[in-house]
């Protein structure tokens, strides 16, 4: 009984996501041509996974109901997994997509006509990824036997098994894989009992840490870094729009800037719990601190770390039998578009 009704307040609080997000998304985008300017004309939607970004955006479309003068905000549509959002990069219809960096190498290498085309223009975030278990597993060693289930084998996945195999668990023998979709869809199906484990981003690690599901750890502390949510385009609609992806890039990292300030910690949290279907007010403090506290994994300029995306290369080439280096993730960002060089510090 207490699973089903686990279950149907996800479901609920899901609907009221979408609910609440296509309410202030009518808002926002009437004046959105006239804010980016330049006689464009088109609004872009960005394809992406329902994770802590979209919480940002969402924050973002909230401070500009109250503040027209707060940056203008993309419409949003949801993939179910990494191989939709694939699909999306290569043939549209949306015209940015945002991935994990081991996805866009992923797809940089496969042999359709526009894998040459993919291009990072700003990173968000560095994952917010817990390996959360249901609440009578208390150890990584403790999934021995379990059922641990992952989007597709690109993406977060080969993290995941590293982190598997460092604790002697091994593909195939040690453990069943189970195919579950995107953060949020796998969030469901965790409290619908369909596995036992599975990486989390925020704010589903925390609203699953509120149902007594446990963390067995995370990523970037099991790996020492790790580069995930980046925002790819192909380089010629990027080449034409650069002012567009400028703009969206703009409004996740202003944002970001806005709800980080001390003093709009509490009209945040009120957001924070709009956001995710009424959640109450200690919960909504904590995922807004998970999100925008000191230890934010947002990257507050955009920019991703080196040590980062060592960690995603090391293991790319590790799963993949490849030997791609930094150039090669150089080579898959556009600086022009604002994103920068990858950054040792910031």
Not at 1 to 24: D, Q
Not at 156 to 161: G, V
Not at 223 to 235: F, P, T
Request: aromatic share 6%; hydrophobic share 45%.
């Amino acid at each position: 009984m207490m699973l089903l009704l686990r279950h149907a307040l996800s479901v609920v609080m899901t609907v009221l996501v979408l609910a609440t997000g296509a309410k202030h998304a009518s808002i926002c985008h009437a004046s959105a041509v006239e804010n980016l300017g330049g006689g464009q004309t088109a609004i872009p939607e960005v394809a992406m996974f329902r994770d802590a970004t979209e919480v940002l955006f969402a924050v973002a479309e909230r401070r500009r109901v109250s503040d027209p003068g707060a940056p203008w905000v993309p419409r949003r549509h949801f993939v179910k997994d990494a191989d939709e959002a694939h699909r999306i990069a290569f043939e549209g219809p949306n015209p940015i997509v945002g991935m994990s960096l081991d996805d866009l190498i992923e797809c940089s290498r496969t042999s359709h006509p526009n894998a040459g085309q993919l291009v990072a223009f700003s990173g968000v975030h560095r994952g917010f990824l817990h390996l959360m278990a249901t609440p009578e597993i208390k150890s990584v060693a403790d999934l021995k036997g379990k059922r641990i289930a992952v989007d597709t084998d690109t993406g977060y996945a080969s993290a995941l098994f590293e982190i598997l195999r460092r604790n002697g668990l091994k593909r195939g023998s040690d453990f069943e894989v189970v195919y579950a979709g995107a953060t949020n869809l796998r969030y469901e199906k965790l409290l619908r009992g369909e596995f036992d484990a599975t990486l989390l981003g925020a704010p589903f690690t925390r609203l699953a840490m509120r149902q007594g599901y446990n963390s067995l750890g995370t990523v970037i502390d099991a790996l020492g870094g790790y580069q995930a949510v980046v925002l790819v385009a192909n380089r010629t609609w990027l080449a034409q729009n650069k002012e567009m992806a400028s703009a969206v890039a703009s409004c996740l990292i202003e944002t970001f800037k806005w709800a980080s300030l001390p003093e709009n910690h509490e009209k945040v949290e009120v957001y924070v719990g709009e956001i995710l279907g009424g959640l109450g007010g200690p919960a909504a403090k904590q995922v807004t601190q998970d999100l925008f506290g000191p230890a934010s994994e947002f990257l507050p300029n955009g920019r991703m770390r080196d040590g980062d995306t060592l960690v995603v290369i090391d293991l790319f080439n590790a799963s993949r039998g490849a030997t791609i280096t930094q150039d090669t993730v150089s080579k898959l960002t556009d600086i022009g578009a604002g994103m920068g060089q990858p950054s040792k510090t910031d």
